[in-house]
């Protein structure tokens, strides 16, 4: 099917079957093809993928749909996802803005908001992905055991399958998970995370109200979350400052905050190579020598 074949289906998948009055590429992420799809109706955004993982898209609508209902943040409106043998896509809302004064001020205090919406364990309902690869969640009593557990161990075993995890690397590693009680909080509260909050998965809407997007949600200790906007860059200083104004961060924030960075760098080591294991390497480093 050509492209244009895989839109009018999605749209006839979430109940718009005007005509497709235009469309085009659009930057959206490394992972899917992005389009505009302007309809007589409405206009889109819709992600597509010919290859995938089962419920891939399914789970982003989960994610979206799960910030929505806190009523916290701003996240686009999710008309539908579909997956079939050939594809996969999923239809947005079509957000378009730019950032005002106010744009990082909000972002901060939204974030903040989102961060004290609290769940009953750490971890989450259903299992997801960040980018490609997937993610375990279920339920757990213990910030410390869910964070060894469902993020690192998991991307340590998925980079010794792709040749990523040299012996020195594994055996730092493995001593740091198992003692990370001497950095990790015993008395965190499960805060819901978007989990994947780096400057490119939030964009500013009409008036500049920011809208988060690309979510791979659980319930983790907050400043998990605060750690990964510093690692990549994306986030004005305001945005810090107006989230600590609502979601004051802890004295020893910095001190665990590479800790924390260290579970997205695992991430991008076997997302995109050994480009990344050198910054894997110098965390290891500091907390285990």
Not at 47 to 75: I, N, S
Not at 109 to 117: D, E, I, R, S
Not at 119 to 146: K, T, V
Not at 202 to 225: Q, R, S, T
Request: one cysteine or more; proline letters at 6%.
């Amino acid at each position: 099917m050509n492209v244009l074949e895989i839109l009018r289906e999605a749209l006839d998948a979430v109940g718009d079957r005007t005509a497709i009055r235009q469309y085009r590429r659009v930057r959206g992420g490394d992972i899917n093809e992005s389009f505009f799809v302007q309809s007589e109706r409405q206009p889109y955004f819709v992600k597509l993928r010919r290859t995938y993982p089962p419920r891939f898209f399914h789970c982003e609508a989960a994610g979206l749909e799960a910030l929505r209902q806190t009523e916290a943040v701003h996240v686009p409106a999710v008309y539908g996802a579909k997956e079939t043998k050939d594809y996969g896509v999923l239809v947005l809302e079509w957000i378009e803005g730019n950032e005002t004064s106010l744009t990082a001020e909000q972002l901060g205090h939204a974030v903040a908001k989102l961060h004290q919406c609290e769940g009953p364990a750490f971890g989450f309902a259903e299992d997801n992905f960040i980018g490609l690869l997937p993610q375990q969640n279920g339920w757990y009593d213990s910030w410390i055991d869910y964070y060894r557990e469902r993020r690192l161990l998991p991307q340590m075993k998925r980079a010794e399958e792709k040749g990523r995890m040299p012996l020195g690397r594994r055996k730092k590693l493995e001593a740091l998970m198992s003692s990370l009680e001497k950095w990790l909080p015993k008395d965190a509260t499960p805060s819901l995370l978007h989990g994947d909050l780096w400057g490119g998965n939030w964009l500013a809407g009409a008036n500049g109200v920011p809208y988060l997007i690309d979510p791979a949600v659980f319930y983790g200790h907050h400043e998990f979350e605060i750690a990964f906007t510093e690692l990549f860059g994306g986030f004005p200083q305001r945005f810090y400052e107006a989230y600590n104004e609502q979601r004051p961060l802890s004295p020893e924030y910095e001190e665990r905050k590479p800790l924390y960075q260290l579970f997205y760098l695992l991430v991008h080591l076997n997302l995109f190579g050994e480009t990344y294991g050198r910054a894997v390497d110098r965390i290891l480093e500091r907390y285990v020598g």
